[in-house]
């Protein structure tokens, strides 16, 4: 199970550089695009939905410190689309906010195959259930499309490809909640948008490639939602721009996979962020 966190807790805080100062931005609680968080306040405290604030390295609602008791599932997007299994998602929250929790984190994607959301580039279904698909299903529309592609990396680069991702991205965040009639880039019950869902990028490992894929990625969704706080997805390793941190992630091979958790969270645009726990593993 992934654990959403602000921090890896396998490097004490005060080791690795601190990240620089990025505008207040307004927010509330849910997140993102490839993954995406919710709200599960209690009945009782919905009609009190303050604005969650990131001020300096803390998040703050009405005044107080907001902190993040989260859980994860992808799935909700899969029961919600379905009316006969929508009543598990109600109860899962339920439950959740029952335990204490406030916040969820759930995918916004599913791209290609059965019931798709994305059906293909620029065609959506809003019926659709999971099968997923990710950067690999994108580059398969680019080869279908007679681009020159010889690698699923080549989703991070692909002007053609980056532009089906875009649209993707425009979707969703303008897109109207049906039972709030709420737009998505307006809606308070989203804390976060987060980009993509673990990226690597191993024909670079220098982590240029997927940099400017996040640069680039980044400015766009901002001129869209400026309002909402903005994440990656990133798994949390650390990379060639911090070298004296690299014996901190789980295994040398993680250093070389294209990502580098501190320049990639430098990025513009970019700032919140979150690492993935795998107790078993890391």
């Not at 803390?58 to 107080?64: E, I, T, V, Y």
């Not at 279908?144 to 875009?166: M, N, P, Q, R, V």
């Not at 980009?195 to 670079?204: A, F, T």
Request: glycine share 8%.
């Amino acid at each position: 199970m992934e654990m959403e966190s602000p921090w890896n807790p396998t490097c004490p805080r005060h080791v690795a550089p601190p990240l620089p100062a990025t505008p207040r931005v307004s927010l509330i609680r849910c997140c993102i695009l490839l993954a995406s968080c919710i709200s599960v306040m209690p009945p009782d405290d919905a009609g009190n939905r303050a604005v969650v604030e990131r001020q300096g390295p803390h998040l703050r609602a009405s005044g107080r410190p907001f902190i993040v008791h989260g859980f994860n599932t992808y799935w909700l997007m899969y029961f919600a689309a379905d009316p006969a299994t929508r009543p598990t998602v109600t109860a899962a929250l339920a439950e959740a906010a029952g335990a204490g929790l406030n916040v969820c984190r759930t995918w916004a994607f599913n791209d290609g195959g059965y019931r798709a959301l994305q059906l293909k580039p620029f065609s959506y279904d809003e019926e659709g259930l999971p099968d997923y698909g990710g950067k690999r299903q994108y580059v398969r529309w680019g080869k279908e499309a007679g681009l020159d592609l010889t690698s699923d990396d080549d989703f991070f680069s692909d002007s053609t490809i980056k532009s089906y991702f875009k649209a993707f991205a425009k979707a969703v965040l303008t897109r109207i909640n049906t039972i709030t009639n709420e737009v998505y880039k307006y809606d308070p019950t989203i804390l976060a948008w987060e980009l993509i869902n673990e990226p690597r990028c191993h024909s670079d490992p220098s982590g240029d490639t997927l940099q400017a894929w996040i640069e680039e990625m980044a400015s766009y969704v901002k001129s869209i939602d400026p309002v909402h706080l903005l994440e990656i997805g990133v798994e949390g390793f650390y990379g060639p721009s911090t070298p004296e941190l690299l014996h901190v992630n789980p295994d040398a091979y993680s250093g070389t996979v294209g990502t580098d958790f501190i320049r990639n969270h430098r990025a513009l645009g970019i700032n919140l962020a979150s690492v993935h726990i795998y107790s078993d593993t890391w």
